[in-house]
């Protein structure tokens, strides 16, 4: 069955840079959700999309920004990178018009700033 | 809001041995419960969920967690575990009635260590 495809799976960016992370729902899952697991940490929630619209948000700094388009993929954006922005990022979806309330992971897009 | 609270941080065992994390949690209203896995390096893999009905339930590679809603928990299980078992354990959360978002609050992980 397909899962969820998030990429790239590895990044490394200097501090400063900008970044972007893409993610590809599982087909016919309408709403995308990102977290940010620091090491050792739990997932934290950044925000969620529902059919192209923020649905929430959580602990998302000002300096990144994410989007659904409307294939239903999306992407974070990450700006002024920090050393604390290292970390690993998971993308998972959903389908509420399915009634499913799973949330199904990607295998992450590890991200480290140098 | 919703928190979700796991009482062990590392637990160490031996193959074989008997395994029950602990987890707890608040939020006033009606709740999905879930425990996922995470092996070393890997992404978050679903063991188990409740919605409701039946409070106990199986998942996955033989774990199973009981949901006792008056002490808000929801414990998982194992009655034999295996080195391949070595992993970090995550309980987590979502509102029952959630609209278009169910997005999840999780615990801070138990770390399990299965010593062969």
């Known amino acids: 069955a397909a899962g969820v495809i998030q990429s790239p799976r590895h990044l490394i960016k200097e501090k400063r840079e900008t970044a972007t992370l893409k993610c590809y729902p599982i087909?016919?899952?309408?709403?995308v959700y990102w977290y940010q697991q620091g090491p050792g940490q739990d997932p934290q929630f950044l925000i969620s999309f529902y059919e192209k619209m923020q649905s929430d948000k959580g602990s998302i700094p000002d300096r990144f920004s994410a989007q659904q388009f409307s294939d239903y993929h999306s992407e974070l954006n990450m700006s002024s990178l920090e050393l604390g922005d290292s970390a690993l990022y998971f993308c998972?979806?959903?389908?509420?018009?399915?009634?499913?309330?799973?949330?199904?992971f990607g295998a992450g897009s590890r991200l480290t700033v140098l | 809001a919703q928190s979700v609270s796991q009482h062990n941080h590392h637990v160490i065992l031996s193959e074989a041995a008997s395994l029950e994390l602990g987890c707890n949690y608040s939020y006033g209203g009606t709740v999905n419960l879930f425990w996922y896995v995470q092996y070393p390096g890997q992404h978050l893999q679903l063991l188990l969920k409740?919605?409701?009905?039946?409070?106990l339930v199986k998942g996955i590679k033989g774990f199973e967690a009981e949901f006792i809603k008056s002490k808000f928990s929801f414990n998982l299980r194992k009655p034999s575990v295996q080195w391949s078992d070595t992993a970090e354990y995550f309980c987590?959360?979502?509102?029952?009635?959630?609209?278009?978002?169910?997005?999840?609050?999780f615990g801070k992980g138990t770390l399990l260590t299965v010593n062969p």
């Open positions: 087909p016919r899952h309408d709403t």
């Open positions: 987590a959360v979502n509102r029952g009635s959630g609209g278009s978002n169910y997005k999840l609050t």
């Open positions: 998972a979806s959903s389908s509420y018009r399915a009634g499913a309330n799973v949330l199904t």
């Open positions: 409740y919605f409701s009905g039946d409070p």
